[in-house]
């Protein structure tokens, strides 16, 4: 059922995109839902940036950006799955990055679809990917649009070169004309030498839980979330506590002081002498990252 999701051509794109939104029902795109199922996630037809009844030809920005986000996922591709490459294969594992980099590079025949699902016949190598994508007579706005949900899964959620970030962030000099892309075709702006995320990227980001329903960064938000709980427990820590942790910051021993806060915290709130509970359980114990930040505070 899978290779059926496979287009080489606009006209085909389009038939084939109206055929899934018909026979399919809509889709749960609840993305633990999918892995557990091991559904192949690009196959549901989620939802897409772009309505395919409309023109679906890009225009000269868009066809720009496809050219070259077809280029860098097939780079992810190859340097992650090229090493275990059999016969000109590749094999995606079944994981979402790999399935949504190799299905995108389905659409725009640089790879092919095996016999089943996980397997991708490169067809053309990566030192070919952008003379191929500029020989292509056309690219459809639905190959556009996997080619950038494959390019944020994998350089957004798994690699992390990019953020996915509602603040403006840098961008690494191999990914500087991508980002000029970006923004010329609206999903991102330049902030002098940054760059920021727009909300025409926000289906995209909200596919892979990268925002939430209300169009925030869940890691900002949890970032934000720790540091408001390391504020109140450096508010909250009795000086006796306080002391000898800072006496072991003192000597730079952070290990040290990491063990003597971890001690004295019982799951809710410090405790003036070690806590001797059971802690196996992992309920009583200081989140790391919100105890580093804790460290910082009272260092």
Not at 97 to 115: I, P, S
Not at 201 to 225: F, S, T, V
Not at 259 to 284: M, Y
Request: hydrophobic share 40%.
């Amino acid at each position: 059922m899978y290779g059926k999701g496979i287009v080489h051509s606009a006209d085909e794109a389009d038939l084939a995109s109206v055929n899934l939104n018909v026979c399919l029902p809509a889709p749960r795109t609840d993305l633990y839902f999918l892995k557990v199922l091991q559904i192949p996630i690009s196959f549901l037809a989620i939802e897409r940036l772009f309505d395919l009844t409309e023109e679906t030809h890009l225009n000269l920005p868009e066809r720009q950006l496809a050219n070259e986000l077809a280029y860098l996922v097939a780079d992810k591709m190859w340097r992650d799955l090229g090493d275990e490459a059999t016969d000109g294969e590749v094999w995606n594992i079944g994981q979402s990055n790999y399935e949504a980099g190799c299905y995108a590079l389905n659409l725009v025949g640089v790879y092919q679809q095996g016999k089943h699902y996980t397997v991708h016949k490169v067809v053309v190598p990566l030192d070919g990917v952008r003379q191929h994508m500029a020989s292509l007579a056309e690219v459809s706005k639905d190959a556009l649009n996997e080619l950038l949900s494959a390019f944020i899964e994998n350089y957004v959620s798994y690699e992390g070169t990019l953020s996915g970030g509602r603040r403006s962030f840098l961008v690494n000099k191999n990914l500087a004309r991508v980002a000029d892309l970006l923004v010329a075709n609206s999903f991102a702006e330049k902030q002098e030498d940054k760059f920021r995320w727009t909300e025409k990227i926000g289906p995209i980001m909200k596919r892979w839980y990268i925002w939430d329903e209300n169009g925030e960064c869940r890691a900002e938000r949890e970032q934000e979330l720790r540091e408001e709980n390391a504020a109140k427990m450096a508010e909250t820590l009795p000086w006796v506590v306080r002391r000898k942790a800072v006496a072991a910051l003192n000597k730079r021993d952070h290990l040290t002081a990491m063990r003597i806060l971890s001690n004295h915290w019982n799951g809710e709130q410090w405790t003036s002498f070690p806590f001797t509970g059971k802690k196996s359980d992992g309920h009583n114990a200081i989140d790391l990252r919100t105890l580093k930040l804790l460290i910082l505070k009272l260092g």
